[in-house]
């Protein structure tokens, strides 16, 4: 079993959180990274149902209120559980509870682990920016993260000049 959390408190009410979260996965989106990651969107209406995802990963949103959004795991295979944002107290918390199969059990430590965690923290600082105009300290990248990254990294193919 796979619990993995990442939780900011903010010197805010609730209340302030609940308007960054309404933006998750929408075009106006504020607390993504989606100058770092791919993007996450919700494919129709925020109702139980929805489809959504971001790379790879793809989800259904189970629960909805203004303190909670929760999905439901749909790929990648192997992967089986949740994971949800929560509001609580001046404090946002996202929650990844799973258990692996098959290739799962190799994939989630060896790659999705490191760059979920990067991914989260940075959706905490974008949070953490946008309530209060400055991150104390922001996340820096692993350089396992790093060279992750540039594993995934498209290649620039190089064109010969014809002679």
């Not at 609940?18 to 969107?41: K, M």
């Not at 793809?58 to 203004?66: A, D, F, G, K, Q």
């Not at 199969?101 to 682990?113: D, I, K, N, Y």
């Amino acid at each position: 079993m796979v619990r993995n959390v990442h939780t900011r408190r903010f010197p805010v009410s609730s209340d302030a959180l609940v308007p960054l979260l309404e933006t998750l996965g929408t075009p106006e989106d504020r607390l993504w990274p989606v100058a770092d990651w791919p993007p996450t969107r919700l494919d129709g209406p925020r109702v139980p149902g929805t489809p959504a995802g971001h790379g790879p990963v793809r989800y259904v949103l189970e629960e909805v209120t203004p303190t909670r959004l929760r999905f439901r795991f749909t790929a990648p295979a192997g992967v089986h559980g949740h994971h949800e944002f929560l509001i609580a107290d001046g404090t946002l918390t996202h929650v990844l509870e799973a258990t692996l199969h098959g290739s799962a059990r190799l994939s989630w430590p060896l790659f999705f682990r490191p760059m979920h965690d990067a991914l989260l923290e940075q959706l905490l600082d974008r949070a953490e920016l946008a309530l209060t105009g400055a991150v104390a300290r922001p996340v820096r990248w692993s350089p396992y993260v790093r060279f992750l990254r540039a594993l995934g990294r498209p290649r620039r193919s190089r064109v010969r000049a014809e002679v």
